[in-house]
């Protein structure tokens, strides 16, 4: 009966003042809400990476070429060498046995030109394999077959955003796309629907944009462009020769996928991060001999990488929970923020309520039930916007796409301007980060109500009943 009725007071003395407690409410709930929102938009941006490295392929190796830095090629006079070689591909196939398929890949910058319409994009040389790796889906026509590049057929497929450019008013099957810089033709057999850019990921695997691509069988790039590419930049003019930028090895286990690429970059002299280590830890390894029988280290090649997107799925996993660790403590300030306001009001509201104080301690109120009705008027304000936050924060999703919409119909200009990233991103509710909020902005009305309360409860009666 004592707590309905210390209960009923402080919910009677906060309607006394319905601004003044509104705002402290409203310092919790922008706390709360903040909480919320931003674990969810950092879930949703957390699992749009995750999704981009899964569509690499949990049981995938993806051997990548890297051209060498400017300085390090600055004294070369011919053309420069480096990345994948076609032996290397050989070997791999040859001396690794947990390798279920390989898929060679090699991409050169183009004009792709149709009746006076020209479009700079990705020549792509594949094999048939490609289009099931990278997630591409046919929308028209045929896709590439064994037998186009066994026979270097003179065939492509072009993506939607070629077939945009290229096509807009026919249907490109059966049409032929033109290279000025090799003065070659090719039919167009398919067309591939979107395909959402990827992001770059760590420093070797760069984003790609497969929407202004054209792709033939490898056989028949080899045959018609060959290894050696010029290329012109203003007055600048540069060679280099590469095999294969890239290629994709599919394990046969994911069990098998570490064993694998460590056997990769052994078999073309990559070093890692744990290579090195091993290296301090045991000096025999990876060493040869020179003729006068000293010590060195083997080089290490720095035009190929090697990429595990087990590795990189384990690296977004734990900067999932560093970037939202970092979010929560963002929001945490929110918190306080509204925690100090709730000690500010209940201070003035003790200041104001002296005399009042003063008569129930006259009464018969002993300190304690003074503090605990401040701390039901502190802890209500708490959970009326520890409430109210969680349904504002609930909205998060349907917030951000509406605007996401308004943003699309009405600024189509600025939404042209917005990272990929924005334009995709659908926050997800961390269901942990609503008790949690919810929690915290209880503890903080405690936390922050104890010090006005204790201070209404060590008022001397006598004073208290003399003030004005």
């Known amino acids: 009966m004592f707590f309905l009725r210390t209960f009923q007071l402080g919910l009677k003395s906060l309607l006394l003042h319905p601004m003044r407690s509104l705002l402290t409410v409203l310092g919790i709930f922008i706390g709360v809400a903040s909480v919320i929102w931003l674990l969810a938009i950092g879930e949703g941006i957390s699992q749009e990476a995750q999704r981009q490295i899964e569509g690499l392929g949990a049981d995938n190796i993806i051997v990548r070429s890297i051209k060498p830095p400017a300085d390090a090629i600055a004294g070369f006079s011919g053309p420069v060498p480096y990345g994948i070689k ?24 183009r004009t792709f030109s149709f009746d006076g319409r020209n479009l700079d994009g990705r020549l792509v040389g594949c ?78 695997l760069e984003a790609q944009d497969f929407n202004t691509d054209v792709y033939i069988p490898i056989s028949t790039l080899r045959q018609r462009v060959g290894d050696l590419i010029y290329s012109r930049r203003g007055s600048s003019f540069s060679m280099e020769i590469v095999e294969l930028n890239q290629i994709t090895l599919r394990v046969d286990s994911v069990a098998n996928v570490k064993v694998t690429a460590d056997l990769v970059r052994k078999t ?49 996993r734990v900067t999932r929970l560093m970037f939202m660790v970092l ?85 189509a200009d600025l939404w042209d301007k917005l990272p990929e990233v924005v334009n995709n991103i659908q926050p997800q509710i961390v269901l942990a980060s609503l008790p949690l909020a919810f929690s915290i902005s209880v503890i903080v009305g405690v936390v922050f109500g104890i010090y006005p309360a204790i201070r209404a409860a060590k008022m001397d009666p006598i004073e208290a009943l003399r003030h004005e």
């Not at 190929?304 to 799925?313: K, S, Y």
């Open 86 to 109: 076609r032996e290397e591909l050989d070997k791999l196939q040859q001396t690794i046995p947990t390798l279920r398929s390989v898929l060679p890949i090699r991409e050169i910058r």
């Open 327 to 411: 979010m929560g403590m963002i929001a945490a300030i929110s918190l306080l923020v509204g925690g100090i306001g709730i000690m500010n009001i209940m201070l003035a509201t003790v200041t104001e309520r002296t005399r009042e104080i003063g008569i129930r301690r006259a009464l018969g109120a002993t300190r304690s039930h003074i503090i605990l009705q401040f701390l039901v008027e502190t802890v209500s304000l708490s959970v009326v916007g520890g409430i109210t936050g969680i349904v504002g924060g609930l909205l998060c999703p349907v917030v951000i796409v509406g605007t996401r919409y308004l943003l699309k119909e009405f600024a």
């Open 127 to 204: 094999t048939p394999e490609y289009f099931e790796v990278t997630r591409l889906v046919r929308d028209r026509g045929r896709l590439l077959s064994e037998a186009d590049v066994e026979e270097r057929q003179n065939y492509c497929v072009i993506s939607s955003g070629t077939a945009e450019a290229l096509f807009p008013y026919e249907d490109p099957i059966g049409r032929r796309v033109y290279l000025a810089e090799t003065k070659d033709f090719y039919q167009i057999v398919g067309v591939l629907k979107y395909r959402t850019p990827t992001a770059a990921i760590g420093g070797s």
């Open 268 to 316: 073309l002299g990559v070093r890692d991060e744990s290579t090195n280590k091993k290296l301090k830890d045991k000096p025999g390894e990876m060493l040869s001999l020179t003729p006068a029988g000293a010590l060195i280290e083997s080089p290490a090649r720095t035009d190929v990488a090697v990429i595990v997107p087990e590795e990189l799925l384990e690296q977004a």
